[in-house]
């Protein structure tokens, strides 16, 4: 078992930047790809990015490519999603979520272990 606890959500205005961090406990974190997807209200919970257990290679969604960023600290057991360049359309609740899996990362079903979410307000 894997437990996630996100922090960092809050508001924020265009333009500005958040990071929001994902601490793990349980089964060994620096075995596992760490992803972070957002749910808006309404919408299908959406893809972010994704870290591989080293942190060597990461892998974005087209529309977050350039102003998120992962990164991870296996030595802290946590995960960070770096936010820049922040607009009212990425406002959502964050998650993280972590899976042995190395392929199909963009897709939900792929993690096995999520975490309760984070939101984020970004005004305009």
């Known amino acids: 078992q894997v437990q996630l606890v996100e922090s960092g959500g809050g508001l924020v205005q265009a333009g500005g930047s958040l990071r929001l961090s994902c601490a793990a406990s349980?089964?060994?974190?620096?075995?596992?790809?760490m992803g972070w997807f957002r749910q808006a209200p309404g919408k299908e919970r959406e893809f972010v990015g994704a870290?591989?257990?080293?942190?060597?290679?990461?892998y974005y969604a087209d529309s977050m490519k350039g102003r998120f960023t992962c990164s991870r600290d296996n030595a802290k057991n946590t995960v960070y999603l770096q936010m820049n360049s922040l607009k009212p359309e990425d406002t959502a609740v964050y998650y993280c979520?972590?899976?042995?899996?190395?392929?199909?990362?963009?897709?939900?079903?792929?993690?096995?272990?999520w975490g309760q979410g984070t939101q984020v307000t970004v005004s305009s």
């Open positions: 349980g089964r060994t974190f620096s075995s596992l790809t």
């Open positions: 870290i591989n257990w080293s942190g060597s290679s990461t």
């Open positions: 979520a972590a899976t042995p899996r190395e392929y199909g990362l963009g897709y939900a079903l792929r993690y096995d272990y």
